[in-house]
Nanobody, 114 residues
């Protein structure tokens, strides 16, 4: 069974950090560009970051550039999103996906609040 499982979300104070993980089962992440997306209450889902198959190319939304870092460990079949200097506006459910295959995780909640 194909599955993407996000973890690492939680409640953090402004300025804090979290690292999200996206672990795949039932398929190999190696062959796919993987993206992180988020959806805040009342807002549309937006792309946060993506990483190429080799990991050599990454892209970020302007709102997270310089604060978030995406990486992948193909040996562990996992993609990560390191989030630093978190802001209240980063509060959302974060999803990882292999969009070209239509595979999406269930999401992990990130709440940034004092």
């Amino acid at each position: 069974q194909v599955q993407l499982l996000e973890s690492g979300g939680g409640l953090v104070q402004p300025g804090g950090s979290l690292r999200l993980s996206c672990a795949a089962s039932g398929f190999t992440l190696d062959y796919y560009t993987i993206g992180w997306f988020r959806q805040a209450p009342g807002k549309e889902r937006e792309g946060v970051s993506c990483i190429s198959v080799s990991g050599g190319s990454t892209n970020y939304a302007d709102s997270v550039k310089g604060r978030f870092t995406i990486s992948r460990d193909n040996a562990k079949n996992t993609v990560y999103l390191q989030m630093n200097s978190l802001k209240p506006e980063d509060t959302a459910v974060y999803y990882c996906a292999a969009p070209s295959r239509g595979y999406w995780g269930q999401g992990t909640q990130v709440t940034v609040s004092s």
